[in-house]
């Protein structure tokens, strides 16, 4: 498919930016400095990644609006306004953070803008697929907000409150991820490919889904040259929102393809929320402040190295991914409770080979 060539439109972009980007928050002191038991790496490394992904994306759909690939029936004009102006609003903030280290509460300031806007825009789950059959609908309640030149401009209740939540869950994912070189930039390229050749299925037939998402995948895939272990560049706080940002909207458009960018990020969605209930409820701090009890320090610790941590969340996310191509209805519903038994499973023998470590050091 000739439009698969826009992935490599992106990868050039991202492999062409990046360098620049990387000596502009060199040069501005946009670093990330090793300090602390969560940061890895052992010199200062430029942020602001985001942007490059950011503007490597920007790049790519032009060219695909160029060449008459995009918009399409699926991916509309206001959509790619939307969609554009919301990662515009994460970039910035994140790059904001990047240099002036924000507050939590000043943090979330972006996320929700960049989500009212995605809704603004016309972007919202408007069903579910049952996977035992049918279908639940989220666009029954509904509330006109005001009249404009003669058009209502309505509040869909419960599918603005589910695209909210979703998006919001997509985006503290990957933020919270973002803790190993290459992992979340990574985990972008598998979930966007994937999503892409769903599109392309026969009987989904969304050529110009799969052109943004072949996009996104290409410049995170460019960026991640530069990122994966040692890094170069940090996707920073602008990119690590952008990755489950995008996934989440691309999930949204693609057809209410929610089981499949579940199973691209289940684990690190459950360790996410795993790590904020324990935060809330047993230590009774901030769900966001920073500690190694995330699965992907806890696989380091138990004597993995930096790159072997991250290829297992890469090939997780392959093999429970991958299978949205070939299961159906109720077989995706098992292949996402398989995927929660096999997470529970793991954080709860990397917790308890943690404990038993902690205690042996305490012994000795």
């Given amino acids: 498919m000739e439009r698969s060539l826009i992935f490599l439109v992106g990868l050039v972009a991202a492999a062409l930016i990046t360098p620049a980007v990387s000596l502009v928050a060199r040069r501005s002191g946009t670093v990330d400095r090793p300090r602390g038991a969560r940061k890895l790496h052992r010199r200062p490394t430029p942020l602001l990644g985001g942007v490059a992904v950011f503007l490597s994306l920007i790049v790519a759909v032009?060219?695909?609006?160029?060449?008459?690939?995009?918009?399409?029936?699926?991916?509309?004009?206001?959509?790619?306004?939307?969609?554009?102006?919301?990662?515009?609003?994460?970039?910035?903030?994140?790059?904001?953070?990047?240099?002036?280290?924000?507050?939590?509460?000043?943090?979330?300031?972006?996320p929700i803008l960049a989500t009212l806007v995605i809704i603004g825009s016309g972007i919202g789950v408007t069903y579910i697929t049952n996977p035992l059959g049918g279908q639940i609908f989220l666009d029954r309640h509904v509330v006109?907000?005001?009249?404009?030149?003669?058009?209502?401009?309505?509040?869909?209740l419960l599918a603005d409150i589910f695209t909210a939540a979703w998006l919001l869950g997509m985006t503290y994912t990957t933020k919270f991820l973002d803790g190993l070189d290459g992992l979340v930039s990574g985990l972008a390229v598998i979930g966007c490919l994937i999503i892409a050749?769903?599109?392309l299925m026969q009987e989904v037939s969304q050529p110009d889904t799969a052109v943004l998402a072949l996009a996104v995948a290409g410049a995170f895939a460019g960026f991640l040259v530069f990122n994966f272990h040692p890094a170069r560049i940090f996707l920073g706080e602008g990119g690590s929102t952008l990755a489950g940002f995008i996934i989440g909207t691309l999930a949204i458009i693609a057809g209410g393809k929610i089981a499949t960018a579940l199973l691209v990020l289940g684990v690190p969605l459950l360790?996410?929320?795993?790590?904020?209930?324990?935060?809330?409820?047993?230590?009774?701090?901030?769900?966001?402040s920073g500690d190694r009890s995330h699965l992907h320090f806890r696989l380091i610790d138990l004597g993995l190295t930096?790159?072997?941590?991250?290829?297992?969340?890469?090939?997780?996310?392959?093999?429970?991914g991958t299978s949205t191509l070939f299961l159906r209805g109720w077989q995706k519903l098992a292949a996402l409770g398989f995927l929660v038994g096999a997470a529970i499973i793991l954080l709860a023998f990397v917790g308890r080979t943690r404990r038993s470590d902690d205690r042996a050091a305490g012994t000795g």
Avoid: C
Wanted: charged content about 20%.
């Fill in 306 to 320: 930096h790159r072997q941590a991250v290829l297992v969340f890469y090939l997780l996310a392959l093999m429970f």
């Fill in 144 to 156: 006109t907000v005001l009249w404009w030149d003669g058009l209502p401009y309505k509040l869909t």
């Fill in 271 to 288: 360790d996410a929320g795993a790590v904020i209930l324990r935060r809330l409820i047993v230590e009774r701090r901030s769900p966001v």
């Fill in 197 to 199: 050749a769903v599109s």
């Fill in 62 to 110: 032009a060219v695909a609006r160029g060449l008459g690939w995009l918009p399409g029936d699926y991916i509309r004009d206001k959509y790619l306004i939307g969609m554009s102006l919301a990662a515009l609003l994460l970039v910035f903030g994140g790059a904001l953070d990047d240099r002036y280290d924000l507050r939590p509460s000043r943090q979330i300031v972006w």
